[in-house]
């Protein structure tokens, strides 16, 4: 005979669902038909919560970094990593997981790779097109997608040109970087591809022009971090 | 050396500093987990990732001020769950208290047991999709507490200082929770019972 009432049994429910099952309790539940259907129910939200949802945890895009840290150097919270000191510099050296870092805000001044500086100059220079661009005037849509050809084959070729002379400097300075880098690259690449066929399919859609350029930002930026990197480690 | 192989006090201590790789690493260590919170409390991915943007960027505005009197993992969830309910009381278009964002009619009295009308286990007939639909129907600081809890693992004191309120009140925000989750996935299962019934010819009601 039961020791205990349903109210006791709801005190005691956290440490049940945790398997510490006092005698009363075990006894109240094997009699109460509700209590042991409540704990039942308890247990199998709490499973399924924890086998759905906690064992693995899904990651957020990479651009997420991307656009932190370009809020943040907008903020003034990042200190100038290239005025820090050396110890300190040597100390953190995060390997990019899985995102190029930082956008365009602050740091034209640190590219020192050539070929990175006119990647971001012709990425400006693309930018410049679309922004000052006729986006007024009535053109058809074979017109859009031949200035936007037009204005991306510079940038294409200065990105390509950044690109082997980035991989051929960290592939010899840094293995685990130049990983890190061909991963990063093709989620970079396959955003520039989806952006081109965006574009191809509706060549006068604003937003979609935009979305590409946006792309581009993100590899010069990506090429540029690592080109810094690379330096840092030599 | 990585920032993974970095202790945290050091980052933290780093990033006080205004390290870009401090702020980087801490940022690493924590996205899956406050990531994983703000989805789970608003299921909808982008929106999920503007609210651990804005979590991250107010940790890393308030950083200089961090002198470890709690853990900063618990830190960081409190700043994380304020952005979320917060966002999730603007969409309700209304101002309201921590109280309120749990459902007033549970809170106003006892908890309903109406067992007569639970026979059925879920215990087998309960998934992901069901169980998130669930969740999202659940008032805001329910959600919270069941998903720092039941989810990510946390304890009712470590609850208590995120949510900051009592050890009790999360205790029974939890039970609450789960006792309003338990309904809303009998109903659920209850419904699909009706749809199999319906599809196979039978009474579309089961009462």
Redesign the interface.
């Known amino acids: 005979m039961s020791t205990m009432d349903c109210s006791q049994f709801a005190e005691q429910l956290d440490e049940w669902l945790s398997g510490e099952r006092s005698a009363a309790a075990r006894v109240h539940a094997r009699e109460c038909h509700e209590c042991r259907g409540l704990a039942e129910d308890f247990l199998a939200i709490a499973k399924t919560a924890r086998d759905a949802w906690a064992i693995e945890e899904p990651e957020p895009s990479p651009r997420l970094w991307t656009s932190l840290r370009a809020q943040m150097q907008e903020e003034g919270l990042i200190r100038d990593s290239s005025r820090q000191a050396a110890p300190a510099r040597a100390r953190v050296q995060p390997q990019i997981q899985s995102k190029p870092a930082g956008w365009f805000a602050g740091w034209f001044p640190s590219i020192v790779r050539p070929a990175v500086a006119g990647a971001y100059l012709a990425v400006l220079i693309a930018l410049s097109i679309l922004f000052v661009g006729p986006s007024g005037k009535q053109i058809d849509d074979s017109q859009w997608l031949e200035r936007t050809q037009v204005s991306i084959k510079p940038l294409t070729a200065e990105l390509n040109s950044a690109e082997r002379s980035v991989l051929s400097n960290v592939s010899t300075v840094n293995p685990i970087l130049s990983t890190s880098l061909h991963q990063n690259l093709a989620i970079v690449d396959k955003d520039i591809s989806e952006c081109e066929k965006s574009v191809r399919e509706q060549p006068e859609n604003e937003l979609a022009r935009d979305f590409l350029y946006q792309a581009y930002e993100q590899k010069a930026d990506l090429l540029a971090e690592i080109s810094d990197r690379g330096v840092d480690n030599q | ?4 192989d ?1 202790p945290e006090p050091d ?1 933290i201590r ?1 990033a006080q ?9 801490l ?2 260590v924590h ?3 406050v ?2 919170l703000c ?2 409390m608003v299921g909808n991915t982008a929106e ?2 503007d609210l ?2 804005e979590a ?2 107010q940790l ?2 308030k950083i200089s001020t961090f002198r470890g009197e709690s853990a900063f993992s618990t830190w960081l969830h409190r700043l994380a769950v304020n952005v979320v309910l917060m966002k999730l009381r603007k969409k309700s278009g209304k101002e309201t208290s921590l109280e309120q964002v749990t459902d007033p009619d549970e809170d106003s009295g006892t908890p309903r ?1 109406d ?1 007569g009308t ?2 059925v ?4 007939s ?3 999709v069901n ?2 639909r669930a969740v999202e129907q659940l008032p805001p600081g329910y959600r919270a507490v ?1 998903v720092l809890h ?4 946390f304890e009712h004191n470590e609850i208590a200082e995120i949510m900051g309120c009592s050890i009790g009140n999360s ?1 029974s925000q ?2 609450k929770a ?1 006792m309003r ?2 309904d809303l ?2 109903e659920t299962v209850r419904e699909k019972a009706r749809e199999e019934r319906r599809a196979a010819g039978g009474p579309s009601s089961e009462d």
């Open positions: 050396m990585e920032t993974g970095i980052l780093l500093q205004g390290d870009a790789a401090a702020f980087e690493g940022y690493r996205n899956r987990r990531y994983s989805l789970r999920a990732e651990t943007q991250f960027l890393f505005r047991r067992f639970l026979d286990r879920l215990s087998g309960l998934d992901r169980l998130q069941f039941d989810v990510q693992g205790k939890l039970h789960r989750l338990r996935l009998h």
